[in-house]
């Protein structure tokens, strides 16, 4: 089953940030826990962690300013 990683709202205060760098490549298995990617906000710079066991794909560029929600990748769960 696929599911879409969305930006998360990190903070009560967040509303966008940008993907400053992905930890992982397309076509990687990623493991629940495993560190994806680094989240940049206004106030602070922080490591997101896999929510699920998998393959990752479709990942969103870095660099771009994104509103909380967006879609910034796909895991094909395991």
Do not use: H, N
Request: charged share 20%; glycine share 8%.
């Amino acid at each position: 089953m696929k599911v879409t990683l969305k930006l998360p709202k990190l903070a009560q205060s967040m509303q966008s940030g940008s993907i400053s760098s992905w930890l992982v490549a397309e076509g990687d298995q990623v493991t629940e826990g495993v560190p994806l990617y680094i989240v940049e906000t206004e106030k602070s710079a922080l490591e997101v962690e896999s929510p699920f066991t998998g393959t990752i794909s479709e990942l969103c560029p870095t660099g771009e300013e994104l509103a909380v929600g967006t879609p910034i990748a796909v895991i094909e769960r395991s």
